[in-house]
Each structure stands twice: as structure tokens, then as C-alpha cells.
């Protein structure tokens, strides 16, 4: 199973962005994801989450304008990130959780994808 990130780029405040991370290979499900961000000389941080019962989280400085979700049909999951601000600038993982096919017995998963550089700039 391998993911690949997308979506991030150079967008202005007040601006918005979709991230993309798609698992491909022998993926049977995708079930939980969660997104962080990490700032050069920081650690990476847990800006939100969605578990397998579909619930969601996120942290105070992302809530109401950023939204995660997957899309199970294409073994997908996003960070829709709206109102940007100049503070929302880092490189953003995701991190994904699912099941995958092995010669016919299900095995668990849990991948990083590569980071996205989101940066917000006038």
C-alpha cells in the first residue's frame, strides 16, 4: 500500500485549498485518517482527525475552517482548508489507517504520506 499526498501550494489569506491523499495498491478499506502540520524546527502536530466511526476532531486553531473527510470509493481522504491565514503555513502529513488484501486475509495498515507544503502569503 502506498499513499500519495497533493493539494498544497502558495495561496493568498482568506484563501482556500483541498488536500488530497490517496492509497493505492491492494487497499481493501481506508477507515481512520488524520492530518498534522509541522513547521520547520517543530514537531508535527494533529490539526484533525476523522475515526472509523466517522467522527470527527479538530484543534481549536483549525475549527470551522477545516474540514477532513475520505471518500471510500477512491480510498481517499481530504483536508479542506478554508479562511487560510498565515499561520496555517507548514508542511502537511496525513496519516492513514485502513485494511489491505493479502493473498486473501485482510491485514491492518497504517501509512504517512509524504508532506504537502501549504503556504499562506500576500
Known amino acids: 500500500v502506498q499513499l500519495q499526498a497533493s493539494g498544497g501550494g502558495l495561496v493568498q489569506p482568506g484563501g482556500s485549498l483541498r488536500l488530497s491523499c490517496a492509497a493505492s495498491?491492494?487497499?481493501?478499506?481506508?477507515?481512520?485518517c488524520k492530518w498534522f502540520r509541522q513547521i520547520p524546527g517543530s514537531g508535527r502536530y494533529q490539526v484533525a482527525q476523522?475515526?472509523?466511526?466517522?467522527?470527527?476532531n479538530y484543534a481549536d486553531s483549525v475549527k470551522g475552517r477545516f474540514t477532513i473527510s475520505k471518500d471510500n470509493a477512491k480510498n481517499t481522504v481530504y483536508l479542506q482548508m478554508n479562511n487560510l491565514k498565515a499561520e496555517d503555513t507548514a508542511a502537511y502529513y496525513c496519516?492513514?489507517?485502513?485494511?489491505?488484501?493479502?493473498?486473501?486475509?485482510?491485514?491492518?495498515?497504517?501509512?504517512w504520506g509524504q508532506g504537502t507544503q501549504v503556504t499562506v502569503s500576500s
Open positions: 476523522l475515526d472509523s466511526g466517522g467522527t470527527t
Open positions: 496519516f492513514v489507517e485502513g485494511y489491505y488484501n493479502d493473498d486473501g486475509a485482510l491485514n491492518g495498515f497504517g501509512l
Open positions: 495498491g491492494s487497499v481493501y478499506s481506508v477507515n481512520a
